[in-house]
């Protein structure tokens, strides 16, 4: 059955609901897969993510159906029209970035986010919808190389064989992201590609590329 969120929402990826995978913003859909008795198994409708629902949050959904998830999603935008929304993306980062803010794993609403959430959740404030996780974002954005970076391009870090880390390139060789605390700003700040802080240069050690957003 497909329900539409109430509030916000906390997504799990352990039975022990202790761990928490994403979370479900006010307004999304969700399927039911499996119900057990302290969870159920979802699956967010925007973007597939799977994950297990606390039942105590069952009371913040309401039941919908599929023509309604479908009347609220736009048309395919064109690679042009994504592009002329990468103003405003960024400007959400920037906002986001003004408010106080910490890093939080599985975070995709304000205040707090991880890296993927957070350009997931600016994409989304202008209708378009991308993966979820860096490492499934880096698969869907369109590969570019380095020397042709633009301004609202993805950058993602990581080891050779996984996307770990997403920043969105802002120009003058500076990106945003919200980075943890172990080795970053513990939430949204600016590092530089070619940076000397030790953020920044934790970072460029792990850069596997840059990925632009042209399909929704």
């Not at 352990?14 to 761990?19: A, F, Q, V």
């Not at 302290?38 to 973007?47: T, V």
């Not at 080891?159 to 980075?179: D, F, L, Q, R």
Request: glycine share 8%; with cysteine.
């Amino acid at each position: 059955m497909i329900y539409r969120s109430l509030a916000d929402i906390n997504i799990y990826d352990s039975p022990k609901l202790d761990r928490l995978a994403t979370q479900m913003a006010k307004g999304r859909y969700l399927q039911v897969l499996q119900s057990e008795p302290s969870f159920l198994e979802i699956q967010l409708l925007e973007d597939q993510y799977t994950g297990l629902l606390n039942r105590q949050d069952f009371e913040k959904l309401e039941l919908s159906d599929r023509q309604s998830f479908s009347d609220n999603l736009l048309p395919s935008l064109s690679a042009q029209e994504i592009s002329d929304r990468l103003t405003k993306v960024i400007s959400f980062i920037q906002k986001s970035m003004a408010i106080p803010n910490e890093y939080l794993w599985g975070g995709t609403v304000a205040p707090n986010y991880d890296c993927s959430g957070l350009m997931q959740a600016a994409f989304a404030s202008v209708d378009i919808w991308i993966p979820r996780d860096a490492y499934q974002q880096e698969s869907f954005a369109k590969n570019v190389n380095i020397k042709e970076i633009q301004v609202g391009d993805l950058i993602f870090f990581g080891n050779p064989t996984k996307a770990t880390h997403v920043g969105i390139y802002i120009g003058n060789g500076e990106y945003i992201h919200s980075s943890g605390k172990e080795h970053g700003h513990n939430g949204i700040a600016i590092s530089e590609l070619s940076g000397l802080d030790q953020v920044s240069q934790w970072y460029a050690k792990q850069l596997r590329g840059v990925g632009r957003i042209t399909t929704c």
